[in-house]
């Protein structure tokens, strides 16, 4: 060990004497090769060389050729393999996890030595259009409720009866500017979010569909207010009547009272200060439309249009602040609008604008005591409930899954799927409101139910009896075992992930890789018949497992299958519809498994426990979607750095969903962005 340690000193002393006294960039780049050298090449052609050799490599990747100095983007796959046990595949010779590890900090000490001009590369902030759910809580804001402050007084503690109090939450109140998303563009959510700039392009005829929005929500505005009283108005309804009528205060005239009313709008809109200068053309097109003698409300309702398509409203960061320097902060109002869209999923409010006003949001004080602030109002269910924890979960898919009518009856009788909706948005929601750990999403000894869910699941002493209607209460329960509790065994994610007649172990096990794991498995191959083919064996049918294992004697599927199935198949105790089983075809039901790194189990009870002795990877992967989601581009390998401190300050603060929340607003990427948007690769 001495003798090992003292080479290794030598050689860097060697490396100094040659060249000097370095900068510390080259030092630390003659370090990285060093340590290449004597450490990291010396593992990869004991593991890897085999398949990634020199000689037609697999996958193009040739390992055995590089030096150590290639840049970042030549390591990020091998870095993605290894760090998802993807490789080395099953069957061949496995590092130790202290080997796999020390490749892994090796390559993300590449990740972080490429900077910008020795500023560390916080990525660019790309400019997107607002996405439907964004514009339409926007214009709830700048029409209904003026983005007034709402506190949130959730609580799922039990009332005296047992019950939860399900006020505000179920149904949730109607959305009262909705109807706007059938003229607005459609949105994707490649990546897994909807916030993506990628996805979020500008298709054609968009002014035209904003046109067509803002005309039919101003239409809709005069329209439902003209015959409300004044304490159940649209706020902007209520100012423009106001405007209209009077009374003006003195020494102003209506001309300027509109003038500066468009101005205060505008800002609003655009998440900015607006100038007058910039404010005076929307206020001439008021002008325009008076001098042909249009009544009050035409005139007012030409500039506002124009205010509401305008590409400072409908693109975010369209107008980005400008700087020589590689990487730049954001202004205050950046960042304001960048945490609102984040939490809320809709503008900053009067709050935020004053402190960005002030140049005081970058403080870190204030600006953790704004995060606080936020997540305790009830726009942060737009921002973090519907829009990141249930596109995260994969709510949207999952909801498109029906078992078959014919074989399952009960299930449409009993309205189960909504419910089991409804379970899985109380859970995640508790979570939130609670400020639990994360890790309850794999594994929680509590829950919500109600009477047809409990009696679907086959939960004994249920508190609840039965009752009529589409809208049973609500009970808080503690679960007697690792059946249920956590949202791997919730109806909803079990019928989500399996066929309309049968289970899919491999569905099942991608979505536990995606979701709670943060490892998506490559795609089949293109020329593989990914269907499972329903063969009996003699008279026999064949339970799933039996099917798959001949699907795995194909070579193309088998290193991918052997991730998948073994995660599937511990589910195979819980029928199509997410309800407890003992046999599959008058067969027992075979749940044992074990994973690529040979840790074996028997069933999710046994599996939940192997699943939370990765915490580490769960937490790190639940950072990584949640930092997506928050700056809206695919994370690259210049954001590790970034997503290692986060993960350890939640490791370190119990694992508390706030904790997440707030550390990816405190985070660099966050708060800065890429001046310029290429950079060298």
């Known amino acids: 060990m001495i003798r090992k340690l003292l080479e290794l000193l030598g050689i860097l002393a060697a490396i100094l004497a040659c060249t000097g006294r370095l900068p510390a960039q080259e030092k630390n780049e003659a370090v990285l090769v060093t340590e290449y050298e004597r450490v990291i090449r010396p593992l990869q052609a004991k593991y890897c060389f085999s398949c990634h050799g020199a000689t037609k490599p697999k996958g193009g990747i040739d390992l055995a050729s590089r030096k150590g100095i290639e840049k970042p983007h030549a390591w990020k796959e091998v870095w993605e393999r290894l760090r998802s046990r993807q490789m080395p595949p099953l069957g061949k010779p496995q590092p130790t996890a202290v080997e796999r590890e020390r490749m892994v900090a090796w390559i993300e000490s590449v990740f972080a030595h490429e900077t910008l001009d020795g500023q560390a590369d916080p990525g660019p902030l790309r400019p997107r259009r607002l996405n439907a759910r964004e514009y339409i809580n926007t214009v709830r804001d700048l029409f209904v409720t003026g983005g007034k402050p709402s506190v949130r007084k959730t609580s799922f503690e039990p009332l005296k009866d047992g019950r939860i109090s399900l006020y505000r939450m179920f149904p949730p109140p109607e959305h009262p500017t909705h109807f706007v998303t ?80 468009l101005r205060d709008f505008a800002s609003r809109a655009f998440h900015r200060p607006v100038t007058a200068d910039e404010a005076e ?37 369209s107008d980005q602040e400008q700087k020589k320097t590689p990487a730049r902060a954001l202004n205050d109002h950046e960042l304001a609008a ?127 009896k039965k009752t009529g209607g589409d809208q049973p209460p609500w009970y808080r329960v503690k679960y007697a075992d690792k059946r249920r509790g956590g949202v791997l065994t919730m109806g909803k994610v079990l019928i989500g992930t399996s066929q309309p007649t049968r289970t899919s172990p491999v569905h099942r096990g991608k979505w536990v890789l995606e979701t709670i794991l943060g490892t998506p498995p490559p ?24 099917l798959m294992a001949r699907h795995r004697d194909n070579p193309s599927c088998v290193a991918c299958h052997q991730m998948i199935d073994p995660l599937g198949l511990a589910f195979e105790s819980f029928d199509p519809t997410g309800k407890w089983r003992d046999k599959d075809q008058d067969q027992p039901i075979d749940t044992r498994g074990e994973l690529i790194d040979g840790t074996k189990f028997n069933g999710v009870a046994e599996l939940k426990t192997v699943l939370m002795t990765r ?39 119990g694992y508390k969903f706030s904790r997440v929340v707030i550390e990816v607003a405190r985070s660099y990427p966050f708060r800065n962005c890429r001046a310029s948007e290429t950079r060298s690769k």
């Open 182 to 261: 059938r003229f607005l563009p459609q949105d994707t959510s490649d990546g897994g979010f909807d916030t993506l700039a990628e996805s979020l392009t500008i298709p054609p005829f968009f002014v035209e569909k904003h046109l067509r929005a803002t005309k039919v929500l101003l239409d809709e505005m005069y329209t439902v207010n003209a015959s409300r009283s004044s304490s159940y108005q649209w706020t902007l309804y209520a100012g423009l009547l106001k405007l209209e009528k009077g009374p003006a205060p003195k020494n102003k005239t209506q001309r300027q009272l509109v003038a500066e009313f």
């Open 281 to 317: 053309k929307y206020t001439k097109l008021f002008d325009q439309a008076q001098a042909k003698k249009e009544d009050f409300e035409s005139s007012l309702r030409l500039p506002l249009q124009a205010i509401l398509v305008s590409s400072n409203f409908t693109i975010l960061w």
């Open 338 to 464: 960048r945490l609102s869209y984040f939490l809320w999923s809709s503008l900053p409010d009067e709050a935020l604008i004053k402190l960005a006003d002030k140049g005081q949001l970058r403080d870190e004080k204030v600006f953790d005591a704004q995060v606080r602030r936020m997540m305790g109002d009830w726009r942060s269910r737009e921002g973090m409930l519907f829009g990141f924890l249930m596109q995260w979960l994969q709510l949207d898919r999952l909801d498109r899954a029906q078992p078959d009518a014919d074989k399952y009856p009960a299930y449409f009788q009993n309205n189960l799927g909504d419910q089991m909706t409804q379970e899985l948005l109380m859970f995640a929601d508790a979570i939130m409101v609670e400020d639990r750990s994360i890790l309850e999403f794999i594994d929680a000894d509590w829950g919500f139910l109600s009477y047809p869910l409990a009696e679907h699941y086959g939960v004994k002493d249920f508190p609840g």
């Open 523 to 546: 795609p089949p191959p293109p020329e593989v018949d990914n269907v499972l083919k329903e063969e009996p064996d003699g008279k026999k049918k064949l339970t799933v497992p039996q």
């Open 615 to 653: 915490k580490d990877e769960f937490t790190r992967g639940f950072v990584e979607k949640m930092l997506t989601y928050a700056l809206g581009r695919k994370l690259d390998y210049y954001d590790v750095a970034t997503v290692n401190r986060i993960t350890q300050a939640v490791k370190d603060d």
